[in-house]
């Protein structure tokens, strides 16, 4: 009678994990289209759209003017990455496509996964930088002590006010544990 009560326990108790595990799965599931949400709220990870570049039917746009583009990256406390941008520093113009590249390198002997976060200073530049090619909008595996550089495309939009003569788009990289992906 007593091993009954157990294995039926045993029972019970495996039913309920189960349930834990799936719904920690569903949780683990919904999270990408719920980030995608925040993004489009917040205005994070913009990708812009070729007749949103063009548009100006009907609208006048200001003239273009010149904006000086900083560079920057950072990595995650133990993350084994260096993230550097090729180029500082640019010297642009609202309404221009521009690329600059990132290098970036893998200095474990282990392979790591990586997610870029933009960043940008002033805060209100964020919603004028419009993002075409990206490697923050994915997240990145390298092998041990694999270098590839990344291109980072956009435009700064006609609109953003002239008031802001300097931009800082800085990266932080993540660790992405195994599973995560």
């Known amino acids: 009678m007593g091993a009954q009560r157990t ?9 309920k994990l ?30 812009v759209k070729a007749d949103e570049v063009e548009s ?16 920057d990256a950072s990595v995650q406390a133990g993350l084994p990455w260096e993230v550097r941008p090729v180029t500082r520093t640019v010297q642009v113009r609202t309404g221009e496509f521009i690329r ?7 200095r474990s002997d282990r392979e790591v996964t990586g997610q870029a976060i933009p960043r940008y ?31 980072v495309v956009f435009v700064i939009d006609r609109r953003m006010p002239a008031s802001i003569a300097s931009i800082t788009l800085s990266y932080t990289v993540f660790d992405v544990p195994a599973g995560r992906t």
Do not use: S
Request: glycine share 8%; proline share 8%; aromatic share 12%.
């Open 121 to 151: 200073l002033p805060g209100a530049a964020g919603e004028y930088v419009k993002k075409l090619d990206c490697f923050c909008f994915r997240q990145q595996r390298f092998k041990p002590h694999e270098t590839r550089r990344f291109p």
């Open 18 to 47: 189960g349930v834990i595990a799936i719904a920690m799965f569903g949780f683990a599931y919904a999270l990408i289209p719920l980030y995608r949400v925040v993004c489009e709220v917040t205005g994070i990870n913009q990708v």
């Open 56 to 71: 100006g039917a009907g609208t006048e746009l200001p003239p273009p003017f010149a904006v000086t583009m900083d560079f």
């Open 100 to 106: 600059v590249d990132y290098d970036i390198t893998n």
């Open 7 to 15: 294995q039926l326990a045993n029972q019970r108790m495996l039913a």
